[in-house]
């Protein structure tokens, strides 16, 4: 891209923009394989229900929220260079 050029270079915001929506997936894939682990756990009592308490009620949803914000964004980004190539030609 050159020095006098404004605006975004489109194939590469595309590029980030997948890139995101892939990242997305591999964390959503995360909070769901750590699901599995905890409750494959050999763990009895009251720690354990704080534990799955916190993970279920905290730290998931916040994680799977911030998977969705990425991929929502991944896409706004790719919105935005289709509409800069549109405007462009």
Same mark, same amino acid.
């Given at each position: =891209?050159?020095?006098? =050029?404004?605006? &975004?270079?489109?194939? $590469?915001?595309? /590029? %980030?923009?997948?890139? =995101?929506? *892939?990242?997305?997936? *591999? %964390?959503?894939? =995360? %909070?769901?394989? @750590?699901?599995? &682990? @905890?409750?494959? !756990?050999? +763990? ?10 916190? +993970? $279920? ?10 998977? *969705?914000? !990425?991929? /929502?964004?991944?896409? %706004? !980004? @790719?919105? $935005? ?6 405007? #462009? #030609?």
């Amino acid at each position: =891209m050159s020095q006098s =050029m404004q605006g &975004m270079d489109t194939e $590469h915001g595309r /590029e %980030v923009g997948q890139n =995101m929506g *892939q990242q997305a997936g *591999q %964390v959503a894939g =995360m %909070v769901a394989n @750590i699901s599995a &682990m @905890i409750q494959g !756990l050999t +763990w009895q009592g009251s720690d354990r229900q704080n534990f799955e308490s916190d +993970w $279920h009620g905290s730290f998931a949803p916040q994680a799977n929220n911030a998977a *969705q914000t !990425l991929d /929502e964004q991944g896409r %706004v !980004l @790719i919105v $935005h260079a289709d509409r800069q190539d549109a405007a #462009s #030609s």
